[in-house]
């Protein structure tokens, strides 16, 4: 059998309305549909909406450390994610830097202006890359050691 969970929420959504938290106790209860932001992490104080319009928001690409979103709304909207919060997560609107902000105690929001956009949400690696071609090195450090203590050992007639 196959069961959707009806209760569960969306990947990303454009937030209803913006709630602020204090501790995640808070988040008991929770409201599908709420971008819930810290109270001490300096989020933009946004306004919840009035006019009743909706905004729109549709994944455009979906690949292993990056994800592109079209939005088009006519007021400004907070895009929510319901992915982990890292600080090498960057994002951009129409290719212009931009904050992402941690929402919902852990996860990724971002403050979309009104108008028709492209948000890219990508993994920086640069940090971890210099531990990469360490760990490359090393590698191909014990590979050639391993490989001439094998020949040398047959060489020898002790294998």
Known sequence: YLYRNLNAWPYYYLA???SLIENYDDLYGAEKG???????????VFPNKNS?????????????????????S???????IND?????????IDQEVTPIIKTNGVLKGVVV??????VRLFFDNTPYRPGIWI???????????????????KIRGEG
């Open 113 to 118: 202006p009104p108008g028709s956009h492209l």
């Open 135 to 153: 760990s490359l090195a090393s590698w191909i450090v014990f590979i050639s050691s391993w490989l001439w203590m094998a020949r040398r050992t």
């Open 16 to 18: 209803d309305r913006v």
């Open 84 to 92: 982990a919060w890292h600080p090498n997560w960057k994002a951009e």
């Open 34 to 44: 709420v971008a819930y932001f810290w109270k001490d992490s300096g989020a933009p």
């Open 52 to 72: 009743g319009s909706k905004g729109r928001v549709e994944l455009e690409k979906f690949e292993f450390g990056e994800m592109v979103f079209s939005t088009t």
């Open 74 to 80: 006519k007021e400004s909207e907070i895009l929510v």
